[in-house]
């Protein structure tokens, strides 16, 4: 993370005696871009709030959510390794952290606590801010694990047609069944690549390869033409470009990194919090200050 002088309107607001509490809960906690990215937009919003990272170990995840129930806390972040389990400490789940077996935003409302999955809607919201509409597309995505299960469901939500590529390809068939029963399913090997990505509109890089500190790392071997005409969506937002990236825009096509969809499902957790518009061009002006690039 960057120590460069943080401009003011990227500053947390002022802690007062009545200010609100919201956090991340994570193990580790400390790479976390949510902090200064959710300040901003406290600060943007003019809220007397504050966000907090909250390192808990997986053995305190139960008595951490009571203590911020009990703390007043308004809502958290669920990040790894807390997104699945707590799914069964939650007092209601929304059909899309139900279906995707994931909590990554908690909501305390009265004295219940809401479980909710912000990533499916903010990785929509990421494709529609770079021109996508995955209606009806022919969509790749490599990879099956817990990014996968929110853009899988997203993407069969969307009505686009899938093929899951995955290093075990088991797993990808599993995914298949339960989220996107008639998807095509395949290992992630070159001889996958060649057969399945001609034609593909959009091809959706869900493996940490390629991420910070193995950024020499890539899904795809540079011997396969990436499809030209696609829309390259790496979930990998550090680097801010990664070789895949790279490999598609020397083929033609368009490249995004997932920063996106980490502002996106942010800013999506900011208004059940909040109730208000997120300011979306803050939070991205936040982690582009940690995270460098533009
Ligand atoms: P995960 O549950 O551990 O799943 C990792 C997936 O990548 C699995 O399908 C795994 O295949 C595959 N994989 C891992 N190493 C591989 C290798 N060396 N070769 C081929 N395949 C490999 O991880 P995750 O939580 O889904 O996170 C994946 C990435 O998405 C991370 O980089 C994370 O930072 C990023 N992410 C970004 C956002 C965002 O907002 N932009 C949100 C969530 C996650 P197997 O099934 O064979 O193990």
Not at 23 to 40: D, K, L, Q, R
Not at 58 to 70: D, I, N, Q, S, Y
Request: charged share 15%; hydrophobic share 50%; glycine share 10%.
């Amino acid at each position: 993370m960057t120590t460069r002088a943080w401009p003011a309107e990227l500053l947390p607001p002022p802690v007062l005696g009545h200010t609100r509490v919201v956090g991340v809960i994570g193990w580790p906690v400390e790479h976390s871009v949510s902090p200064p990215m959710h300040n901003a937009a406290l600060r943007a919003l003019g809220l007397e709030w504050c966000y907090l990272p909250f390192p808990v170990r997986p053995e305190g995840l139960a008595e951490a959510l009571r203590g911020a129930r009990a703390l007043g806390v308004r809502g958290l972040n669920v990040t790894v390794p807390h997104k699945q389990a707590s799914l069964a400490l939650m007092d209601a789940l929304t059909p899309a952290a139900r279906a995707i077996g994931a909590v990554n935003t908690v909501s305390f409302e009265d004295d219940r606590a809401l479980g909710h999955n912000t990533d499916a809607e903010g990785f929509l919201s990421a494709l529609a801010a770079v021109g996508c509409d995955p209606r009806g597309c022919d969509a790749l995505v490599l990879g099956a694990g817990g990014a996968a299960r929110a853009v899988v469901y997203a993407l069969a939500g969307a009505g686009a047609r899938l093929t899951l590529l995955n290093r075990t390809p088991e797993r990808a068939a599993a995914l298949a069944a339960e989220l996107a029963p008639g998807a095509a399913v395949a290992p992630l090997d070159a001889a996958s690549l060649r057969r399945y990505s001609p034609g593909a509109a959009l091809v959706v890089n869900t493996t940490p390869l390629g991420m910070w500190p193995h950024a020499e790392g890539t899904p795809w071997p540079a011997e396969v033409a990436f499809p030209g005409g696609a829309l390259c969506y790496d979930l990998v937002y550090n680097p801010r470009e990664t070789r895949l990236m790279r490999l598609a825009r020397t083929a033609g096509a368009a490249a995004s990194d997932g920063l996106g969809m980490l502002v996106h499902q942010g800013a999506a957790a900011l208004r059940l919090w909040t109730g208000l518009a997120p300011p979306v061009a803050a939070m991205f002006a936040a982690c582009t200050h940690v995270l460098g690039g533009s």
